[in-house]
T-cell receptor, first 114, second 111 residues
């Protein structure tokens, strides 16, 4: 079975500061890992994903995440926060069931202060 | 999220009423699924389908039915709505090993 833990349901940063959103996972198979972003009253948009290969993954809007197997982590970072980054972020791991369904963390709401 | 269409976007139901949330996709994806989103709990899988005629239960299936008669459509039926089913519902589609795409969501309130 898979599980995902996102540390911190709310994170607040100042505009221009580093963004770090934490995600730890457990998986009985080699994990496929995802970060999604959700803006208010909208659906989920894929930010980036790790499947195999390079452990540092770059996504849209300047975000990146590093897969660390030894730490079972997949933290999301962005060097400089922008006001438009304010949203809710979800980490997810793909399951090994027939439909490869995703298991999500509880989400982290990112607030960006001017 | 072009390609995954959910209707309705907003719905208010009375306890005990039934309704169907519609999901349609035009990407010829094999996999379709329904999730519900509740504060602090992320998204939880309700039901999923790996192809027409095949469905299976997810983490929170009670109170919901699904069917998959065509590749394109995957409706979610609430049999007798309860306040605990107040949530945001997302339909998702994908193909084996590839990215999953989400619809825009359906906001459901049961009073």
């Amino acid at each position: 079975a898979q599980s995902v833990t996102q540390l911190g349901s709310h994170v607040s940063v100042s505009e221009g500061a580093l963004v770090l959103l934490r995600c730890n996972y457990s998986s009985s198979v080699p994990p496929y890992l995802f970060w999604y972003v959700q803006y208010p009253n909208q659906g989920l948009q894929l930010l980036l994903k790790y499947t195999t290969g390079a452990t540092l993954v770059k996504g849209i809007n300047g975000f990146e995440a590093e897969f660390k197997k030894s730490e079972t982590s997949f933290h999301l970072t962005k060097p400089s926060a922008h006001m438009s980054d304010a949203a809710e972020y979800f980490c997810a791991v793909r399951g090994n069931n027939a439909g490869n369904m995703l298991t999500f963390g509880g989400g982290t709401r990112l607030m960006v202060k001017p | 999220n072009a390609g995954v269409t959910q209707t309705p976007k907003f719905q208010v139901l009375k306890t005990g009423q039934s309704m169907t949330l519609q999901c349609a996709q035009d990407m010829n994806h094999e996999y379709m699924s329904w999730y519900r989103q509740d504060p602090g709990m992320g998204l939880r899988l309700i039901h999923y389908s790996v192809g027409a005629g095949i469905t299976d239960q997810g983490e929170v299936p009670n109170g919901y039915n699904v069917s998959r008669s065509t590749t394109e459509d995957f409706p979610l039926r609430l049999l007798s709505a309860a306040p605990s089913q107040t949530s945001v519902y997302f339909c998702a589609t994908g193909t084996p090993g590839n990215t999953i795409y989400f619809g825009e969501g359906s906001w459901l309130t049961v009073v």
